[in-house]
């Protein structure tokens, strides 16, 4: 979109680490905390040497119908959810690449080592799964499930995922890495350890920011010039890192 139009260590060791660590850009992480406490939403640039995206990243329990309308003409990326690697657990949900058999699978992204797709999904009381009603539908109740896993992992597990939710549907649930910002940085993992900075359900929706001129990922120039245009905060994922990992 062209936003014009507005769219661990010896104790050596540690201590060398330390300071060899960036310091974090601490308010525009305390912005970024603030509105996700609040359930509002977040622009995250990732970094220029991954995939250089910036996506809006919400609060999964917090999202509604004007949300996903938001995301999908103020964004149009994919609108996808991020649980955390014990909830995907407890879920028994797979990486879709490897829940697939078919020729065309080459989970080899030149961004990363592999994707963190897993499986697409509607709520079981939605009807398409597209409506923007449908997929808030789906998303919260992602959140609530994933609340209730973390809660009881052995309370809450696939039998009852099943229950709530059919797939192939049209909200891409993502699995972050088992070791959180340690293990990656991408946008999966930045959302969640947001989630968790503000004591929020293990679930992050992501949706990338694209431009409607050249079809392109939005610039992280473009994407801080609409934040500031809509009273978002804008935060960078390095910023993010230093401050959370």
Known sequence: MRVDADV????????????????????????????FRAGDPVCVHDFADREGETDIVYPAGAVDEAAVAHMRNDAGGLICVAVDDPVADAFDLPFLADALDHPAVDDAPAYDDRSSFSLPVNHRE????????????????????????????????PEDFAAEFRAPGHVHVLRGARDGLAGRTGHTELGLAMAEAVDAAPAAVVC?????????????ADAAAYAERRGIPYVEGADLVAALD
Request: charge should be negative; proline fraction near 4%; glycine fraction near 6%.
């Open 8 to 35: 661990d260590g010896s104790s050596a060791d540690t201590d060398e680490s330390t300071a060899d660590r960036p310091t974090a850009d601490r308010s525009s992480v305390d912005r970024a905390l603030d509105a």
């Open 126 to 157: 939605t009807f398409t799964g597209i409506t923007d009603e449908d997929r808030a539908r789906t998303i919260v109740e992602l959140a609530n499930a994933a609340a209730a896993a973390a809660a009881d992992p052995t309370g809450y597990g």
């Open 208 to 220: 990338e920011m694209l431009d409607d001129e050249t079809g392109a990922a939005l610039s992280p």
